[in-house]
């Protein structure tokens, strides 16, 4: 048994982009293409396994937490649509 639990993370959801009309086969199909450009999930969780290792408070650091969003948020882009622009900031690699 852990030493500590703590309650799952809870991000408000954001919802999803409408179009404004019914959608098509081309819209299913850019939808997919757009999600395989769009699909930076592994580096978001390699950048956290990075930042976790080195920071003192490991993965309840706050860098940690805000990746750990921006992951939930990257794992909704089937449903919602919302791209997660995946930059690295100068203190995550400073951790």
Same mark, same amino acid.
């Given at each position: 048994?852990?030493?500590?639990?703590?309650?799952?993370?809870?991000?408000?959801?954001?919802?999803?982009?409408?179009?404004?009309?019914?959608?098509?086969?081309?819209?299913?199909?850019?939808? =997919?293409?757009? =999600?395989?450009? @769009?699909? @930076?999930?592994?580096?978001?969780? @390699?950048?956290?396994?990075? !930042?976790?290792?080195?920071?003192?408070?490991?993965?309840?650091?706050?860098?940690?937490?805000?990746?750990?969003?921006?992951?939930?948020?990257?794992?909704?882009?089937?449903?919602?649509?919302? !791209? !997660?622009?995946?930059?690295?900031?100068?203190?995550?690699s400073e951790c």
């Open positions: 048994m852990p030493p500590r639990l703590y309650m799952p993370a809870e991000y408000p959801r954001l919802p999803a982009i409408d179009i404004g009309r019914k959608v098509t086969a081309p819209d299913i199909s850019k939808h =997919f293409i757009d =999600f395989m450009k @769009n699909d @930076n999930i592994g580096l978001l969780a @390699n950048q956290l396994l990075v !930042v976790s290792d080195r920071a003192d408070k490991g993965s309840m650091d706050d860098t940690c937490i805000a990746i750990s969003e921006l992951m939930s948020t990257a794992l909704d882009y089937p449903k919602t649509g919302i !791209v !997660v622009c995946c930059y690295y900031p100068s203190r995550w």
